[in-house]
């Protein structure tokens, strides 16, 4: 339960925001000079020992074991197999309904925290980040809780023909629980420190409400919005907990990509398996690029304000 | 932080906290609260028979311990990357700093899957460690070397920008008032290295308690021996035994919120120190 996977830059509002700060733009390395050449070449090859073990190599094995057979047979292994076609396009479906549910969440709590002062605001902070520190089996099992058997909210919807439990309303209820933070998290710092004046003033010129939006807001928040869709999205693309548990493992009907990979392992289909965790690794090598590039457009001064101290 | 409008002067105040606080209730709060109910539908004798048996104690000390030998590593290992990073230049350094964030980014199912090829007997790193005598995939070990991955880059983050911050006047000061290199170390560095450095540890530490994904690639999963909360919580839902399933989830909640305020506590604490 926890901070979680790729917690979110938040303008310094928490630490997350610190993790995800790249330490290399240090203006000057201090230390450089001051310290002996054996200290600097052993903690160096330290730290790339350590990187390239963690991190590196499992990298490296995925894609070698994903294509051990050949690109054909990796093809075949993704496209053949109409459960793990299925899975692929589950996932599709899936994270997308989330994250938009998450990113209008995120839009509406970012503008009332960010713009206005009233009692439990404080509070609200608190519990957006709280699905964090839950276990994702945990936010798996509060849904089979409330939808499951014999539980009331179930039932009902059963009897009038709806199924969410082990169907995808509850693999999206799932997802979105344990993405909930991303967006709101991303956008609260940036409309903070962006400030309400050019709001103000199309205010008193007399624009309406949508047009405010769509005119000053959006187009002032685009880039931290854009990064919360993509933190959020391979998230909930590769959340496994939650979903493995709300999902019943039925194969061809509620098998994500995820939840695909350890059935393949578990059938001993090592090279079906590394095929589909390929491509959920290149979605997350995609994310990181998408981060890299975004984050330099995030620091820039928004738009010029008025009257910033 | 922004400051305050008047609730006349922008519109969207209603309808804003009107959706948030809806959303928040529907997703997060009345299933959460679902979960301590189910809960509280046992008496006590029953609660205590399901969230504290022999099983469910082997498992939160199981899930305990992994998850604290695995963050007290990641300090020791963040420190030496952060400290790298930030202080020395070498190449292909903005590949290495890149890849700390991809255990952030990585489908936890993925990295079950690659550690526990790798490290099996046969893997490409099992190989030799099986001559040796020693077992990583299937045991304990493989669940800190898993918990090690999804938490290597809380501390590093954590540090990194203190680090950087940190002014080379200040170590250089202490110098020249006639410090040695271990003496400004301790006197200097050290203190203003511990909040975030345990801010990172107590992240790691949560974010391992409650991992699932990648454990249940390279454990086991036995009970009293490689079974973590997280699996048995599944177990008992798989057995129908809801009752007894959030029981043990109410207590790992506990855990985390407690977890939670810690953080938070750190963090400030950082804030006062770093500023």
Known sequence: MAADTLLPAGGGREPPGVLIEQGAHAPRPPGRGTDPWYVRAVLVGLTVLIVGGLVGLPLVAVFHHALANGLGAYWHNLTADPDTRHAIFLTLMVAPVAVGLNVAFGIAAAWVIARFRFPGRGVLVTLIDLPFSVSPVVAGLVFVLLFGLNAPAGEWLRAHGYQVLFAPPGLVLATAFVTFPFVARELI?????????????????GASGWELFWRITLPNIKWALLYGVILCNARAMGEFGAVYVVSGRIGGRTDTMPLRVEKLFQE??????????????????????AKVLIEPRLREKAPPSIGEP | MGSG?????LPGFGLGLGYTVFY????????????????????PAEFLAAAWSDRARAAYALSFTTALVAAAVNVALGLVVAWTLVRYDFPFKRLVDALVDVPLALPTAVAGLVYASLYAPNGWVGQYLDPLGIKVAYTESGIVLVLIFTGFPFVVRTVQPVL????????????????????????????????????????????????YGSVIFVSSNIPYKTEIAAVLI?????????????????????LSFVLLAVINLLERWTQRHGG
């Open chain 1, 189 to 205: 710092p940036v409309l903070e420190a962006i400030g309400p004046e050019e709001e103000l003033a199309a205010r008193s010129l």
């Open chain 1, 268 to 289: 001993y289909n090592t090279p079906a398996a590394f095929g589909l965790a390929s491509v959920l690794t290149l979605l997350a090598l995609v994310t990181l690029i």
């Open chain 2, 5 to 9: 409008v008047s609730r006349r002067a």
């Open chain 2, 24 to 43: 928040l209730s529907a997703i997060v709060l009345i299933p959460l609260a679902a979960c301590v109910l189910k809960a509280a539908s046992l008496s």
């Open chain 2, 164 to 211: 950087a911050d940190l002014d080379a006047e200040v170590e250089e000061a202490a110098a020249v008032l006639g410090a040695g290199r271990w003496q400004a170390f301790r006197r200097v560095l050290l203190p203003t290295l511990i909040p975030p450095a345990l801010t990172g540890f107590a992240l790691a530490f949560a974010r391992g308690l409650g991992e």
């Open chain 2, 234 to 254: 599944v177990s008992r839902l798989e057995e129908y035994s809801y009752a007894e399933a959030a029981a043990i989830a109410v207590v790992l909640l506990a």
